[in-house]
C-alpha cells in the first residue's frame, strides 16, 4: 500500500485509468498513512468516513466515464478553509466548536473537480506565524530531521501541516494560505512544492481571514506539475470576492515542461542580505546556474525599497488582522465566556479565546489604526507598499520575465528554537516572501537542495502579474536539475 | 392669500437675542430589495432574524460584495440634491464592538463619499426660500436591533436590519430654526420619494436624523454644538431643538458653558438628555475596507441616471404655477407628494386646473387623511374626479350635489354621471318647476314672507326651503333670481 501514496497527480489518474487501483484504494492507503502518522500532528481533524464516501463517488463516476480532472485525489485542506459540515476552527481556541455551513469556494471548486477530502490540517492560530507553533492545536513535527538527530524541526508556518502531510505522504496534495510567504516558507522547509499564485487569482470567499489585502489560497504538491494541476482547479473567478480577477484559467500543467529559452531572469540585489548562511548564497548560485543552462539569461535587477517590506508588511497584516478578527466576539458562535456585562463577555472571550501571538498583533493593528499614530504607521506602510509595487512593475517593464530568490533566509529550525524570546527573530523568516504579498505577485517555492544537516532548502521563483505559467515552465526546469525530495520515515 | 409676515429667526434671552445654528445628519434607508453588501432581504418586519445572511451574521470567511442598486440609488439622490458626483469614493471600516454590529466594524464611506457637495431650496411657509448647503452624501451599513426586555438577563439580538443600506447625508450649519429644520428634512423626505430612493417612513425607521445645535449671539463667532442623536420624526425634529435651544440658552445667560457631548431625545418627556459615559474618546480606526475595491463608475453612467430622473418638485411646483395658474401655496401642497401631483394632474388635463385643485386638496386630501389612505389606495380615480368635475362644469349638477356624488363614488364606486342620471341628482334648471317649489314655500310662511319684506337677509331661509324640497337639485342661482322677484314684489 505505501506505494499508492508515493503518486503524483499524473500517475493517480493513470493508476485508474488502467483500473489498477481504485479511488477508494487510493483514500484507504492515505486514511492509514495519516493514521500511522499522527505523531506529526499534521491534521487536526480526519475525515475518514466522508473521505470514503468521496472516493466512492469518485469510482462511481470514473466507471461512467464522467471523471473530474482531479478525480478521486485524495487531498489535505487546510485549517483556514470552511468546509461545510467539517469543523473549521483556524486553529484557535475561540473557533474550536465551529461548523460551517458553507464550503469555500476553492475546496468547493476542488470538489467540483473529483477531489478526496482526507481531512484539515494544523496550522499556525489564524495563519499567524512561521513555525506552527502558534497552532491552539500545538505544533507540527515536521518528517524531516538533521541527519543523526532526534531533534524534532518545524514544518516553518503557517501551512505546517499541509506541508508536512504532503512532504510525508499522507496526501497527494495539499492546500494552503500564503500572506506573507506561509505557503512558501513550508514548502520550502519540507521538500515540496507551494505557489502563491496572485493576488485575485483564487477566490478568498470561505476562507478564514487574516489580512484580506495580502491573503491568496495556493496549493503543497511533490511535484511542480501536480502544484499546477491544483492549482488550475483551485483558481477561477468568484462574484462572491470582487477582488477575484475575471480572467480564465489557463493550462497551468501544460505550462510546465514548457521551454524557457530566452527567457530573462532577474537576479534582485537587495535580497543578498547580510548574514546569509553561504549554503543559502550557494543555492541560489546554483539555481542560476540550472536556469541558464536551459537556456535562460540571468540580470541583475534592484528593488530598492526591499528592506522596508517587512517592518512595513508588520503594519499592514496586523492592521487588517485588528478588524477583521473583531467578529470573534462570542456573540453568535465560538468560544464564550460569560461575563457581567457585554464588555467583560468581550474581554473575557477573547484573552482566552486568542493565543498570545494572535493577541500580539491584534494590539499591534489597533495601535497602528489609531488616532494619532494611523498616518505614521498605517498611511506610511501603504506607501511603501506602493513603492515596492514600484520597484517590481520596473523591473518587470525593463524585459524581465520573472525572478529568483531564495525561498528562506535558512533552513528549517527546530521547534522551540525560535519562538521563545524576540518575536521578530520569526518574523525575519518572511524577508524574502512579504514583499511578493505586498505586490500581489505570484510566488513560487521550488526544493532544490538539502542543507548540510540534510534538510531541505528551496528557491523562489516571482513572477509578473496573473503569469503563473512563468513559474511553473522555471520551477520544473529547477525540479528537473535538482530532482525531488522525500524524508525517510521515522514515524 | 397674503403671505404672513417674515418671523424674525433669532430667540429671545433673558439678556437679548441668540442665533440658532443648526446643521442636520439624516440617515435615509435606501429603497432597495436587498442588503448593501449581502443578497439578504431588506423586508420590514419579518421574524427575528429572518432576513439574516452569512454576510450579515459576520460568518467566518465572507465577503461584502456591493449591491449595484443601492450605489444607483445613491447617485440619483445626489443628483437630486444638485450635488457632486464623485466618481471614485472608497468604502471603510469604522471599528466598534457592539452586539448589533456583527462584524465588529461598520462598513461607510469616510474619507472618500460618493457624493460631495450640494445645495437643497427649502419653501418656507411665510413665502420664503432658503438654500441649505449639503456636505455629503455617503453609503454606509445599518447595525442590528438589540431586545432588552425579552430576557431577566440577557439581550436578544435581531440581525434583520444587519448591513441595510443607509444614505448618510450632511447638510451644512445653514439651518437657523427648528421650523427650518422640520421644513429641510421634509423636503429631504419629499426629493427622495419623489425619486424613489427613499420611502421616508419614518414609523419603520427609514428616516431618521443626528441634529447638532448650538446658539451663538447674533454675528458671534460659531458657539458650541451638542449632537442629539438618532431622532425619527419630524416633529420630534422640532422639539428637540426647541428644548435643546432653550437649555443651551440657559446655561449661558446664567454664566454656563456649553459641553460639547452626544444627547438623546425623550419624546415623551420633550426632553433632550446627555447620553450615559459615552466612551469618551471613541477611536473608530477608521481605515479603507481591503475586502472592497474602491467604488468607481464614469461620467456616462451618471448621465445615463440623469437622463432617468422625474420631474422633481422644484421643477414641478414652477410648471404648475406658470401652467396652471395656481397659487404658490396651492402648487407646494400639491408636489409635496409625488402620487398627489400626479393624481392632480391628471385630473386637470382638459379641465379647470384651480376647480382640480379645491377638489384635490379639499375634498379628496381631507377625506384620504380621514381615513389614513394614501393616493395610491384613493376609491376615487383620477377618471371619476374628473366626471364629476365635468358635471359641474356642465351644469348638470351643483358644487352641494357634486359631494354627495363624490361620496357615492367614495362609498360604492360606478360612474360619477350614471350615477346622477340613476338617482336623479340632475340639477333642475327648468324655471317652471322651480317657480311651483318656490311659490309653494311663500304660500306656506305668509308670516316669514312679510318678515323677509323687511330685512332681505331673510331670502336665505327661503332659498335653503326651496333646496331642501327640491332634494338640493334646483339650480341655486334661478331659485335665487325667482325669490328675490317674488319677495320684493
Known amino acids: 500500500m505505501t506505494a499508492l501514496t508515493s503518486l503524483t497527480l499524473a500517475e493517480a489518474r493513470a493508476g485508474f485509468a488502467k483500473k489498477q487501483f481504485s479511488a477508494a484504494e487510493l483514500t484507504e492507503a492515505h486514511l492509514a498513512a495519516i493514521e500511522g502518522a ?19 463517488a469518485s469510482d462511481a463516476r470514473i466507471a461512467t466515464g464522467t471523471a473530474g480532472p482531479l478525480e478521486g485525489i485524495p487531498l489535505a485542506i487546510k485549517d483556514m478553509f470552511c468546509t461545510a459540515g467539517v469543523r473549521t476552527a483556524a486553529c484557535s481556541r475561540i473557533l474550536h466548536n465551529f461548523v460551517p455551513t458553507y464550503e469555500s469556494t476553492v475546496t468547493a471548486n476542488l470538489w467540483r473537480d473529483g477531489a478526496v477530502l482526507l481531512g484539515k490540517t494544523n496550522n499556525d492560530e489564524f495563519a499567524m506565524g512561521s513555525s506552527n507553533e502558534t497552532s491552539h492545536c500545538g505544533p507540527v513535527t515536521s518528517p524531516w530531521r538533521r541527519k543523526g538527530s532526534n531533534t524534532p524541526i518545524s514544518p516553518g508556518g503557517s501551512s505546517g501541516g499541509s506541508a508536512a502531510a504532503v512532504a510525508a505522504q499522507l496526501c497527494l496534495g495539499a492546500t494552503g494560505t500564503d500572506t506573507g510567504g506561509s505557503i512558501r516558507q513550508p514548502a520550502a522547509f519540507t521538500g515540496t512544492v507551494g505557489i502563491k499564485p496572485t493576488y485575485g487569482r483564487c477566490s478568498r470567499w470561505g476562507i478564514v481571514a487574516f489580512a484580506s489585502s495580502l491573503d491568496q489560497a495556493g496549493p503543497f504538491a511533490r511535484s511542480v506539475r501536480d502544484a499546477a494541476l491544483l492549482l488550475g482547479s483551485m483558481a477561477g473567478h468568484d462574484q462572491k470576492d470582487t477582488t477575484s480577477v475575471d480572467r480564465p484559467v489557463p493550462d497551468y500543467a501544460a505550462a510546465a515542461g514548457r521551454s524557457i529559452k530566452g527567457m530573462r531572469i532577474g537576479i534582485p540585489k537587495e535580497y543578498r542580505i547580510d548574514g546569509m548562511p553561504a549554503e543559502i548564497e550557494k543555492l541560489w548560485e546554483q539555481g542560476r546556474a540550472w536556469l541558464k543552462a536551459a537556456g535562460a539569461e540571468m540580470v541583475e535587477v534592484s528593488l530598492p525599497h526591499t528592506k522596508y517590506a517587512l517592518p512595513a508588511y508588520y503594519i499592514v497584516a496586523p492592521a487588517e488582522a485588528s478588524s477583521n478578527l473583531a467578529r470573534y466576539d462570542g456573540v453568535r458562535y465560538g468560544l464564550r465566556v460569560p461575563g ?22 491584534i494590539m499591534i493593528g489597533t495601535y497602528v489604526l489609531s488616532a494619532g499614530y494611523f498616518d505614521a504607521y498605517y498611511v506610511r506602510a501603504q506607501k511603501v507598499r506602493t513603492l515596492i509595487k514600484k520597484d517590481f512593475e520596473d523591473a518587470f517593464a525593463g524585459g524581465v520575465h520573472a525572478m529568483l530568490t531564495p525561498a528562506t533566509p535558512s533552513a528549517a529550525f527546530g521547534i522551540g528554537e525560535k519562538s521563545g524570546g524576540d518575536p521578530v527573530e520569526m518574523y525575519l523568516n518572511d524577508v524574502f516572501t512579504v514583499t511578493v504579498n505586498m505586490a500581489g505577485l505570484p510566488g513560487i517555492s521550488v526544493p532544490a537542495g538539502l542543507d548540510a544537516h540534510g534538510l531541505p532548502l528551496g528557491l523562489q521563483l516571482i513572477g509578473r502579474p496573473f503569469d503563473e505559467e512563468t513559474l511553473f ?19 | 392669500m397674503a403671505a ?15 442665533e440658532v445654528v443648526i446643521g442636520m445628519e439624516v440617515h435615509a434607508q435606501v429603497a432597495s430589495h436587498a442588503k448593501l453588501f449581502s443578497g439578504a432581504s431588506t423586508e420590514f418586519g419579518g421574524a427575528p432574524n429572518a432576513h439574516v445572511s452569512l454576510v450579515d451574521a459576520a460568518m467566518p470567511g465572507m465577503l461584502p460584495v456591493i449591491n449595484a442598486e443601492c450605489v444607483r440609488q445613491a447617485v440619483r439622490t445626489g443628483l437630486g440634491l444638485n450635488a457632486k458626483i464623485n466618481f471614485k469614493s472608497v468604502f471603510d471600516r469604522k471599528n466598534y464592538f457592539y452586539p448589533d454590529l456583527p462584524q465588529g466594524y461598520q462598513i461607510s464611506q469616510y474619507k ?13 411657509p411665510h413665502g420664503e426660500t432658503i438654500k441649505i448647503g449639503i456636505e455629503r452624501l455617503h453609503l454606509e451599513q445599518d447595525a442590528g436591533k438589540l431586545l432588552h426586555d425579552r430576557h431577566p438577563s440577557m439581550s436578544y439580538v435581531d440581525l434583520n436590519r444587519s448591513g441595510v443600506a443607509l444614505m448618510e447625508i450632511v447638510s451644512k450649519p445653514d439651518l437657523r430654526s427648528s421650523d427650518e429644520a422640520k421644513a429641510y428634512m421634509s423636503k429631504l423626505r419629499t426629493i427622495m420619494r419623489y425619486l424613489g430612493t427613499c420611502d421616508g417612513d419614518m414609523e419603520k425607521g427609514s428616516l431618521r436624523a443626528d441634529v447638532n445645535v448650538s446658539v451663538r449671539r447674533p454675528g458671534a463667532p460659531l458657539g458650541t454644538r451638542c449632537e442629539i442623536k438618532n431622532v425619527n420624526s419630524i416633529r420630534f425634529v422640532g422639539q428637540a431643538v426647541d ?30 438628555r446627555a447620553m450615559r459615559n459615552k466612551e469618551e474618546a471613541h477611536d473608530y480606526r477608521y481605515f479603507p475596507d481591503p475586502d472592497l475595491l474602491p467604488l468607481e463608475f464614469d461620467a456616462a453612467y451618471v448621465e445615463y441616471l440623469k437622463s432617468g430622473l ?21 402648487a407646494d401642497v400639491l408636489v409635496s407628494e409625488r402620487a398627489l401631483a400626479d393624481y392632480f394632474e391628471a385630473v386637470a388635463k382638459g379641465r379647470d386646473a384651480k376647480a382640480a385643485a379645491n377638489w384635490v386638496i379639499n375634498e379628496l386630501t381631507g377625506r384620504l387623511n380621514k381615513e389614513g389612505k394614501d393616493f395610491a389606495a384613493s376609491p376615487v380615480s383620477t377618471a371619476q374626479l374628473g366626471a364629476v368635475l365635468d358635471l359641474i362644469g356642465e351644469g348638470v349638477i351643483s358644487g352641494k350635489i357634486a359631494k354627495d356624488v363624490f361620496e357615492i363614488v367614495w362609498n360604492e364606486g360606478g360612474d360619477p354621471r350614471a350615477i346622477v342620471e340613476a338617482r336623479g341628482l340632475k340639477q333642475v334648471t327648468d324655471v317652471g318647476a322651480i317657480e311651483k317649489m318656490v311659490d309653494d314655500i311663500i304660500a306656506k310662511n305668509p308670516d316669514k314672507v312679510e318678515q323677509a ?31 328675490k322677484k317674488k319677495l320684493k314684489a
Open chain 1, 38 to 56: 499522527r505523531s506529526l500532528n499534521a491534521f487536526v481533524l480526519e475525515t475518514p468516513e466522508r473521505a470514503l464516501e468521496m472516493a466512492k
Open chain 1, 340 to 361: 457581567r456585562d457585554i464588555s467583560a463577555l468581550y474581554e473575557k472571550t477573547r484573552a482566552e479565546g486568542f493565543g498570545p501571538e494572535v493577541r500580539r498583533r
Open chain 1, 473 to 491: 515552465s522555471l520551477g520544473q526546469v529547477i525540479e528537473y536539475a535538482a530532482g525531488r525530495f522525500q524524508p525517510e520515515k521515522w514515524w
Open chain 2, 4 to 18: 404672513p409676515d417674515k418671523p424674525s429667526k433669532l430667540v429671545k434671552g433673558a439678556s437679548g437675542d441668540w
Open chain 2, 112 to 124: 472618500s463619499p460618493v457624493v460631495g457637495e450640494g445645495e437643497v431650496a427649502v419653501d418656507m
Open chain 2, 243 to 272: 428644548y435643546e435651544v432653550r437649555r443651551q440658552i440657559k446655561i449661558l445667560e446664567d454664566g454656563g458653558k456649553i459641553e460639547q457631548e452626544t444627547r438623546l431625545f425623550d419624546s415623551d418627556k420633550g426632553e433632550t
Open chain 2, 310 to 330: 422625474p420631474e422633481l418638485p422644484d421643477e414641478k411646483k414652477v410648471r404648475f404655477t406658470r401652467d396652471f395658474g395656481l397659487s404658490a401655496y396651492d
Open chain 2, 453 to 483: 319684506k323687511a330685512n332681505e337677509k331673510l331670502l336665505g331661509w327661503f332659498v335653503g326651503q326651496v333646496m331642501k324640497a327640491s332634494g338640493g337639485k334646483a339650480n341655486p342661482q334661478t331659485v335665487n333670481e325667482l325669490l
